[in-house]
């Protein structure tokens, strides 16, 4: 299986590494800082620098369904690689940077939102939650100013692993009612937002909220008799 780097530091830019495997689904290395998309988070895209100077652009990341090897997925007409081959993987750090502003800024979100989550999606630019309100309401200007209150905070967010029973003992760490974070494994990564938030996830965040930026819900829709749909951008890209 791939050392998944990002996991430890979500600040590496690149990384060397070997190709340990390549065919029609994507080329696969011993260790990378591409994150595969998963938890409503794209994947990375970026480029792979060979020893000869040329590069692979890689144009998506994504997890193998049937193995849970990570896949970095060529753009059409690059260069082929071959196993054993050492090169420097790279990401697109200005559009992973913004994706871990955003992932974070939903986190916030859900402080501010205190409803279960019904799905979600995290972009470079914008990104979204749902929400099961019941019987509930949300206003988008409260939302907005609570928002960027705690942004600027500037408060500190940290990962840590708790145990598979751990996390069965604690079952309102849980947010997401139609996901529930994988299990099995042994341990549970959690993200913490130093009084603010605390839950399961396996994506990629910045290192203190005032690296989120000013944000703007641009909109709350309904979808459907008990749903709400809170779209969040970053204002100032």
């Given at each position: ?9 979500a ?15 994507g ?6 800082v591409?994150?595969?998309t ?6 990375d895209?970026?480029?792979l ?9 890689i ?20 260069p ?16 992973r940077?913004r994706?871990m502003?955003?992932h ?5 979100l859900c ?9 979600g ?17 949300l206003?988008?200007?409260?939302i ?9 905070s500037g408060?500190?967010?940290?990962a840590?692993?708790i ?8 079952p309102?760490?849980?947010r997401?009612?139609?996901v529930?974070p994988?299990?099995g494994h042994g ?37 459907g008799k008990r ?11």
């Amino acid at each position: 299986m791939t050392e998944e780097l990002f996991r430890e530091d979500a600040y590496l830019k690149d990384c060397v590494a070997r190709v340990v495997g390549v065919d029609e689904a994507g080329i696969r290395l011993d260790r990378t800082v591409f994150y595969p998309t998963g938890g409503g988070q794209p994947g990375d895209t970026g480029r792979l620098l060979r020893a000869d100077g040329s590069v692979v652009a890689i144009a998506d990341t994504r997890k193998s369904r049937e193995t849970g090897e990570i896949l970095h997925v060529p753009a059409p007409g690059q260069p082929a690689v071959a196993p054993g081959e050492e090169l420097r993987a790279a990401i697109d750090w200005e559009r992973r940077h913004r994706h871990m502003r955003m992932h974070t800024a939903l986190h916030v979100l859900c402080a501010v939102v205190p409803y279960g989550v019904t799905g979600g999606q995290v972009g470079d630019l914008r990104s979204r939650l749902d929400f099961d309100i019941g019987e509930g309401s949300l206003e988008r200007e409260p939302i907005e100013a609570r928002l960027n209150e705690l942004v600027a905070s500037g408060k500190p967010a940290s990962a840590r692993w708790i145990s598979d029973e751990e996390l069965a003992a604690t079952p309102e760490l849980v947010r997401t009612m139609s996901v529930k974070p994988p299990t099995g494994h042994g341990r549970v990564r959690l993200i913490e937002i130093a009084g603010i938030d605390l839950q399961p996830c396996g994506g990629t965040h910045v290192a203190s909220l005032a690296e989120i930026g000013l944000l703007a819900v641009e909109k709350i829709e309904s979808k459907g008799k008990r749903n709400r749909r809170v779209v969040v951008a970053l204002a100032a890209p």
